[in-house]
């Protein structure tokens, strides 16, 4: 019989954090946009949507993990164009950033 090690990192993953703040954000009004550009790499994985315009991006990350260099230079390039770019490694911080920005709050 083959033996399958468990995995070591108690911490949530990437996706799950990603899923579960998704669900929460599409409960509350929220389009929550895959977002992947093929000529562009380390844009944020998810394109917020809301009424009156309102748009955000999320990079989500594990606990503890921080943005990469090719991320953090994206993020500056869209925060200098006028959006909100968060990096998010939870889902209390992705709610309450959702939160901040639903235009009906």
Known sequence: MVMIPKRRDT?????????????????????????????RRSVPDRMCLHDFGTIIFIEFKRPGEKATAAQKKEHRKLRARGFEVYVIDNVEDAKRVLDKHNPYA
């Open 11 to 39: 911490r949530p993953l990437e996706k799950e954090i990603e899923g579960k703040s998704c669900r929460y954000g599409k409960s509350i009004g929220w389009e929550m946009q895959k977002f992947t550009s093929p000529a």
